[in-house]
């Protein structure tokens, strides 16, 4: 049997995702896994063939059936995924899903095949492809039913693929060209599933050596992800939306660190074909305040308490003397150097394809005032932080005041040269501003005069520095005639009245600017140069901060308007990519965090301000 060759790539839309926190799979519409970093979220890729269809290996599951619509949906209130084909000649259905359970702390991968209707022939390709497909590998048969494949790079990965066939003919296996492939047939009702794990010592007595492995975990795991579900406190319009997006944000939170990445994936583009391919498996630190602020708002505490002990645990560093990274790995470590996959193509010719990320060491002085303002959330709304956090987080405002004025390279990580950026001044107020609050608050002993005439420069500087009258908006950076979307945010960190008339007419320069029906660019970087090459889509983030800032300002209809609008550029399954490009499509890292935060800040905003309005 000839090993099969994707022959094009998919849209980045047409995945889904499953995973167990501690790392996910996207799964194709085609029954195709293309993508999976194993076993951890920032591991190698084992499945690669998104951003390289010959090199990057995949892990197949699809029925052959002539002209077959596919469809694909969750099962309800769960991140358990069904692929399903339909055709005359038959209905084929795949199950996906990654068991969350407290057996083995291994992590399993389940797919399973299903005749609905008629007779069908399947067919399984499971072909990885180690080390970000650099590496070369073994296979050893142990049985008709189990497969070992030996990474013999660096990585060192080992995994085991199971059979449990349920069919009369079984599931006759054909290695080739480093991959275990099969066809088979199934009448209806009848079901093959393929369990993939890693194989190690640590858990010799591996639960998926039992028939039933595949039906209980596939109970367990439904039970597990209804009963988080149902712990949210959310109750008004846009339910749907709402559980899809609280459900994705679990999905990329790291279990054992209590941290969330930006993204599972690295390498897809902001522009087809264009350089700007970046590595968001790690965690920032401007994350920190939206995913705080989303999680306790959902009733999430627990989460809550395990991201901000990610984050404290971070703050002792300075006790260290280091400086904060405005990102670092799932597990706390500094050192994110980049570097290029160059033997893979990348996304439909997107390349270079990079891993790690060379944004980790640049000064950007909004993380201050995220991570004050997560800090202040969290002692407001969870648990009252510790002495030793309030005496780290002392010399981290102390230096904020000291060094608020620096040029640097801002929210969006330009790499063409340090600016004075407005964002970067209205957090460093934030910052300054939430120290004072949680002194003030908890009568915890700081230098209230020194920190206050701090603030104070700071605000001035913001109206004295940044505003121009002649345009009526606030400029991107001092001495620009550029807007930035980042200053959306202004009034939902509090800095600026939602309705203050300044901010009104600022409101109408970005609307005329960088506001394309109800999607919004960041800026346009042919009038703000960022030191890259090519353009991007409109960022979803700030579709949603849009919303919400005409929410805050009363206009509430036209704001319910952009945001229902905004819901319709989701993908099938509700997920939304980092951007979208000029006909809709999605673009960048798949699914962003940041856009489902957004997504949920603007909905509990608009929500209440609708109140009980139809």
Same mark, same amino acid.
């Given at each position: ?128 492809? &180690? ?175 395990? &991201? ?235 579709? &949603? ?70």
């Amino acid at each position: 049997m000839p090993l099969p060759i994707q022959e094009d790539y998919q849209p980045i839309a047409n995945y889904g995702v499953v995973g167990d926190l501690n790392t996910v799979a996207l799964v194709g519409m085609d029954g195709s896994i293309d993508f999976m970093c194993f076993p951890r979220f920032d591991s190698p890729t084992i499945f690669a063939s998104l951003l390289d269809r010959k090199k990057g290996g995949r892990f197949l599951v699809a029925p052959l059936l002539n002209d077959a619509n596919h469809k694909q949906i969750y099962l309800p209130e769960s991140n358990i995924l069904l692929t399903r084909f339909l055709s005359h000649d038959g209905v084929g259905e795949v199950s996906d899903f990654m068991p969350i359970t407290e057996t083995c702390p291994k992590n399993d991968l389940v797919r399973r095949a299903k005749c609905v209707r008629g007779e069908i022939v399947f067919r399984m390709v499971f072909a990885p492809r &180690f080390d970000y497909a650099r590496a070369d590998h073994e296979i050893r048969q142990i049985s008709d039913s189990e497969f070992h494949f030996l990474s013999r790079g660096p990585d060192r990965t080992a995994l085991r693929l199971r059979i449990f066939s349920g069919c009369e003919d079984g599931v006759p296996i054909t290695l080739k060209e480093g991959a275990a492939c099969a066809e088979f047939r199934l009448c209806a009702g009848e079901n093959v599933a393929f369990v993939m794990e890693a194989l190690g010592d640590e858990c010799a007595d591996s639960p998926s050596t039992s028939e039933d492995f595949v039906s209980s975990s596939f109970k367990q795991t439904v039970n597990y992800w209804r009963s988080w579900l149902s712990r949210m406190k959310y109750s008004g319009r846009w339910h749907d939306m709402m559980e899809r997006s609280a459900l994705t944000l679990k999905l990329l939170v790291s279990e054992p660190h209590g941290s969330i990445v930006a993204a599972p994936t690295f390498g897809l583009p902001e522009e087809i074909g264009g350089s700007r391919n970046w590595d968001y498996r790690y965690t920032w630190i401007r994350d920190a305040s939206f995913t705080l602020y989303a999680l306790i708002r959902l009733g999430y505490t627990k989460e809550a308490e395990n &991201f901000m002990g990610w984050m404290e645990a971070r703050c002792r560093e300075l006790a260290d003397g280091r400086s904060l990274n405005i990102m670092y790995g799932i597990d706390g470590r500094h050192d994110l150097k980049e570097e290029d996959l160059s033997h893979l193509e990348g996304y439909r010719g997107s390349r270079p394809v990079r891993v790690g990320n060379g944004a980790y060491d640049q000064l950007q002085l909004d993380i201050y005032g995220e991570l004050m303002d997560s800090v202040y959330m969290y002692d407001k709304f969870a648990e009252p932080i510790s002495y030793d956090l309030w005496m780290n987080l002392r010399k981290l405002i102390d230096w904020v005041c000291e060094n608020y004025d620096q040029p640097d390279e801002g929210i969006w990580e330009v790499r063409g040269g340090r600016q004075k950026f407005l964002f970067s001044r209205v957090m460093c107020w934030v910052a300054v501003d939430r120290g004072i609050r949680l002194a003030l608050k908890r009568s915890l002993p700081a230098p209230m005069d020194r920190w206050m005439k701090a603030r104070d420069r700071m605000y001035f500087d913001v109206f004295e520095k940044f505003w121009n009258p002649q345009v009526g908006a606030f400029m991107q950076f001092e001495g620009s005639d550029a807007l930035d979307a980042a200053s959306l945010l202004m009034p939902l960190i509090k800095f600026i009245s939602p309705k203050d008339p300044r901010w009104l007419s600022h409101m109408k320069a970005v609307e005329k600017q960088l506001v394309d029906d109800s999607l919004v660019y960041r800026y346009h970087n042919l009038h703000s140069p960022d030191g890259l090459h090519g353009t991007e889509g409109t960022f979803s983030m700030c579709s &949603f901060w849009f919303v919400e800032c005409l929410s805050r300002a009363g206009d509430v209809e036209k704001a319910r308007f952009y945001f229902e609008k905004m819901q319709g550029y989701a993908n099938h399954l509700g997920l939304y990519a980092e951007e979208l490009g000029r006909s809709g499509e999605h673009l960048g890292n798949f699914p962003q965090a940041f856009t489902h935060l957004g997504l949920i800040s603007a909905a509990f905003d608009l929500d209440r301000r609708l109140g009980n309005k139809g």
